[in-house]
């Protein structure tokens, strides 16, 4: 399931109430989840929101693709993506991906997997807002790491 | 015969506007539509584009009918 979201969400609720409503008790035996959350830092500025603009019906189009690319690559049993859209502030979350299998091997690959080609692909643009009332783009994603050496 | 444009993002800030349309012409690639659309200004570094709602190159032809998007690299998640 892939929701885009204008108002903030529970990722935890949001979590509970998709497993408890999916048809697949029973059948699980892993669930790896990724929560992205905003913060009140980047690039040594201090943030005090953000806005997050997609593009509507590509973004929805490319992740069902992403999650169909996972599915053929791991066993995975289902999947949750919920995305924010609009004015976002530190704490709150941005993304939530859930994925449930009966092995943990293929939960924690294909999670890490639609987590990254979503930060490649998905169409989704950030802007932050500091506190010295600028304002600027988001013209890049990180590589994920605080120490760059891990990731080479 | 037309084709429409849509921009997202810094490169709808820059530009002042959201979307465009074009009269539909043989052997458009989108780099061309691009360039009808904005009066032969360059296309900025690093722009991406997609037709219909998926990823192409700019030398891409298009057909009549078509929606072009043009934006800079994405930074979800």
Same mark, same amino acid.
């Not at chain 1, 108002?7 to 949001?14: E, I, L, R, S, T």
């Not at chain 1, 996972?70 to 976002?88: E, N």
């Not at chain 2, 009066?39 to 900025?44: E, R, T």
């Given at each position: 399931m892939i929701v885009i979201s204008e108002?903030?969400? =529970?990722?935890?609720? $949001? %979590?509970?109430?998709?497993?408890? *409503?999916?048809?697949?008790? @029973?059948?699980? @035996?892993a669930t790896t989840v990724f929560v992205g959350t905003m913060r009140d830092f980047n690039d040594g500025d201090t943030v005090k929101s953000m806005t997050l603009e997609h593009y509507p019906g590509m973004t929805e189009k490319h992740l069902s693709?992403?999650? @169909?690319?996972?599915?053929?690559?791991? $066993?995975?049993?289902? *999947?949750? +993506? +919920?995305?924010? +859209? @609009? =004015?976002?502030?530190?704490?709150?979350?941005?993304? %939530?991906? $859930?994925?449930?299998a009966a092995h943990r091997g293929d939960a924690c690959d294909a999670c890490r997997f639609i987590i990254e080609a979503l930060k490649s692909n998905a169409p989704f643009w950030k802007k932050e807002h500091l506190s010295s009332d600028q304002s600027r783009w988001v013209t890049h994603n990180s590589k994920g790491y605080l120490n760059t050496k891990v990731s080479d | 015969m037309s084709i429409t444009l849509h921009y997202f993002a810094s490169l709808k800030e820059s530009l002042g506007r959201a979307s465009d349309s074009v009269d539909y012409l043989p052997?458009?690639?989108?780099?061309?539509?691009?360039?009808?659309?904005n009066?032969?200004?360059?296309?900025?570094n690093l722009i991406l584009a997609a037709v219909n709602m998926d990823y192409v190159p700019l030398t891409s032809l298009v057909e009549d009918g078509d929606t072009v998007a043009f934006f800079p690299p994405v930074t979800g998640g």
């Open positions: 108002n903030p969400f =529970d990722p935890w609720q $949001a %979590l509970q109430d998709y497993q408890t *409503s999916a048809a697949m008790q @029973g059948q699980y @035996g693709n992403i999650i @169909g690319d996972a599915k053929q690559r791991w $066993a995975i049993i289902d *999947s949750l +993506v +919920v995305h924010r +859209v @609009g =004015d976002i502030y530190p704490d709150q979350p941005i993304v %939530l991906v $859930a994925v449930w | 052997n458009l690639t989108v780099l061309d539509v691009w360039a009808l659309a009066q032969d200004q360059p296309l900025p």
